[in-house]
């Protein structure tokens, strides 16, 4: 087992100062003290690295390409669930009479069940969305 290599006061705090100005990569690269090292002197110092403008770069471009592909998405399922309520909606108007209670009651528990579900995320984001608008869509209540 390789003996523990002790560090200096001065070296130590050399290494917590690049910490906080550089980030850990870079101090470990100037100081040639392993970066979880000087990650857990940080650590229980309290201290906080800030971001190098390449990573903060890095995080924000990250964040826009997650909310554009999330809007995608839920525009898709927006999109393929106004095709289905339309099919169902349709099947219901000429078949309606013709189907057991149970299946009736079926749709019915699985519409308000969803409907629910999109209400909540929708307070719990409290803003207004595209959901909003195709609810309206789908009750009447608006021109989409």
């Known amino acids: 087992m390789a003996d523990r290599r002790t560090y200096t006061p001065a070296e130590k705090a050399e290494a917590l100062k690049l910490y906080e100005e550089q980030g850990p990569t870079a101090a470990s690269e100037q100081t040639g003290i392993p970066k979880g090292t000087i990650a857990s ?10 971001r190098t403008p390449k990573t903060a770069a890095a995080t924000q471009a990250a964040s826009v390409d997650a909310a554009s592909v999330r809007q995608g998405v839920a525009s898709k399922s927006i ?21 057991p209670l ?14 629910a579900v999109i209400t909540r ?3 719990d984001a409290n ?6 608008e195709w609810i309206a869509h789908m009750i009447g209540g608006g021109d989409s």
């Not at 002197?41 to 800030?50: I, K, N, P, V």
């Not at 999109?79 to 189907?99: C, F, G, N, P, Q």
């Open 79 to 99: 999109s393929a669930a106004d095709k289905a309520v339309t099919a169902i909606l349709d099947r219901l108007d000429t078949e309606a009479h013709e189907m």
């Open 121 to 123: 995320m929708d307070a």
């Open 102 to 115: 149970k299946e009736l009651a079926t749709v019915l528990g699985i519409l308000s069940d969803k409907h």
């Open 41 to 50: 002197w940080a650590m229980r110092a309290g201290l906080q690295t800030d």
């Open 127 to 132: 803003e207004h969305s595209a959901v909003d």
